[in-house]
């Protein structure tokens, strides 16, 4: 079983659309989570971080369920601009960066 | 500002051959982790340096090796390249590579072995 897993998709939806993407990680023991986002044949980029008790930014929500060793990502209103791979990361680190990456969900937003 | 660059953007190489990778990082930044994304694949964490030392190791064979210089920059590298080694390469900075600190990530990397 992979350390992080997520729905690798591709998720097709029209502008608009509020799309929802969920991510799992094993270790019990991580530290801190993210959201990046990555264009196609770009590097990743950092989309928000996520706090246990969910955070907002614009039309992006995030959210964490430590006991259930879950975290979501919900757009709203969704752009063009929205199209890329979304990479969900689990830091398990106490003191270094050592982030796992899941394998990322494609997003397309189409007219 | 200048975000992270690294050298050379892509790299054709044989099996059996050496390959070194560069990282410059953000200004201020003294903290650099080195990243393998393999086609269709999240990225997968190599090393970790922070003020010239190794902070934490992925699971890579001992075929990958890195080091940070006193300016803060990198450099990976690989012996004994296979065909798998094929991948996108990333390097990340971050301030003091804690584990909420951002990492932002150059524009990698893209070696072929042949």
Known sequence: ?111 | DAGVTQSPTHLIKTRGQHVTLRCSPISGHKSVSWYQQVLGQGPQFIFQYYEKEERGRGNFPDRFSARQFPNYSSELNVNALLLGDSALYLCASSTRGTTTDTQYFGPGTRLTVL
């Open chain 1, 1 to 111: 079983r992979k350390e992080v897993e997520q729905d690798p998709g591709p998720f097709n939806v029209p502008e608009g659309a509020t799309v929802a993407f969920n991510c799992t990680y094993s270790n019990s023991a991580s530290q801190s989570f993210f959201w990046y986002r990555q264009d196609c044949r770009k590097e990743p980029k950092l989309l928000m971080s996520v706090y246990s008790s969910g955070n907002e930014d614009g039309r992006f929500t995030a959210q964490l369920n430590r006991a259930s060793q879950y975290i979501s990502l919900l757009i709203r209103d969704s752009k063009l601009s929205d199209s890329a791979t979304y990479l969900c990361v689990v830091n398990r680190g106490s003191n270094n960066n050592d982030m796992r990456f899941g394998a990322g969900t494609r997003l397309t937003v189409k007219p």
